[in-house]
């Protein structure tokens, strides 16, 4: 069951209220939670290469029946890769800009995700985060949208959310947002068009070379399954990092730093292989606070700010299927100042003239 310290109409009511900035939070953290240490980055690195490594192993070794073990393993050790680049992207993982472009292109690159664009886009994901027709990453549908749609479109996102498919929700957003270079701005278009250019030759010449020696099955089983368990989790922790009944989307107008990246970033607890394996990336609220703040750091910070400013945070989540089960019929539809509806709330509503 999903339930909040903080109550969810003072919540939405109070959102874009606080005389708290950010700055008053970043002062009272540690300041060796902004400390960059080479040794642990890329330790980090290294360990994510060899765990990655192992999991390739598992999958060449393991019989039929341990296949889907060792590709859950595997998928969720590339997820650590992404997690790494994400350290590069914020420029949390080295000091020098290059150090962090290149290590950034490398470790995504097996992922075909594009470094600079996922930089742009998740660093304007930062600034307007629960922000109301702004926020890029996982932001809800309003019902005046969502009426605005043809019955097709309608069917096609009823029948998304009512099987629970957030977890292929990233690839629609991999594939729509992330190498198209003319929907960036024109001094960002160059290192736009590296990022694709950089993936699109890693695909051109790894992909026939691992089909011409495994085949498709080989293409299959090493690549495409691991890189949709990677994509289950990067789904996953998106939609959780800022997704609750009670967590509002607030317009512009209404809208505050501190009450945003404070009440609507969700803490939610993982395995703790998993939390190993990606990082720490679900302690998403000091991130929030400030994107300065390497990984390997981020629990630190979290201690520091639960200790400092808890009448600010929202319960922590712990996580599991009855959680995604919930937020998934819960928060299907959205309404302005209201907060989220079901489809079926929403229909009787509609019925009822409300």
Not at 49 to 62: K, P, Q, R
Not at 94 to 110: C, E, I, Q, T, Y
Not at 130 to 155: C, F, M
Request: aromatic share 18%.
């Amino acid at each position: 069951m999903i339930t909040s310290t903080v109550d969810s109409h003072k919540l939405n009511s109070d959102f874009g209220r606080s005389e708290l900035t950010l700055k008053d939070i970043i002062k009272s953290l540690p300041q060796e939670c902004f400390q960059q240490n080479s040794r642990k980055a890329w330790t980090q690195l290294l360990t994510s290469v060899l765990i990655v490594g192992l999991g390739y192993a598992s999958l060449v070794f393991s019989p039929w029946y341990l296949l889907p073990f060792a590709w859950f393993f595997t998928g969720t050790a590339l997820t650590g890769f992404f997690v790494i680049g994400h350290d590069c992207g914020h420029r949390s993982f080295a000091k020098s800009r290059w150090v962090n472009d290149l290590v950034g292109h490398v470790m995504m690159m097996p992922l075909i995700y594009p470094f600079h664009s996922w930089r742009i886009g998740h660093n304007y994901h930062h600034t307007h985060t629960n922000k109301l027709d702004e926020d890029n990453a996982w932001h809800p549908i309003r019902t005046e949208v969502y009426e605005s749609w043809g019955k097709v479109p309608q069917g096609a996102f009823e029948w998304f959310m009512r099987l629970r498919l957030w977890w292929v929700g990233s690839i629609f957003h991999w594939a729509v947002t992330h190498f198209d270079w003319s929907k960036f701005q024109e001094k960002d278009r160059p290192n736009v068009k590296l990022s694709v250019v950089v993936v699109v030759l890693f695909a051109a010449i790894a992909f026939p070379i691992l089909i011409a020696t495994t085949g498709i099955w080989g293409f299959v089983k090493f690549w495409f399954i691991p890189w949709l368990v990677y994509h289950f989790w990067m789904s996953t922790f998106t939609y959780v990092h800022h997704t609750t009944s009670d967590v509002p989307f607030v317009a512009e107008s209404k809208w505050n730093a501190v009450t945003a990246q404070l009440q609507g970033t969700i803490h939610c607890d993982y395995p703790r292989w998993i939390e190993f394996l990606c990082h720490d990336i679900n302690v998403h609220v000091p991130h929030h606070v400030s994107t300065a703040i390497p990984s390997y750091n981020l629990r630190l910070a979290y201690a520091s700010i639960k200790e400092k400013w808890s009448a600010y945070l929202h319960s922590e989540y712990q996580f599991s299927w009855s959680l995604m089960k919930e937020i998934t019929d819960k928060c299907q539809l959205y309404v302005v100042d209201d907060g989220y509806l079901s489809f079926k709330d929403y229909r009787q509503s509609v019925t009822s003239g409300q």
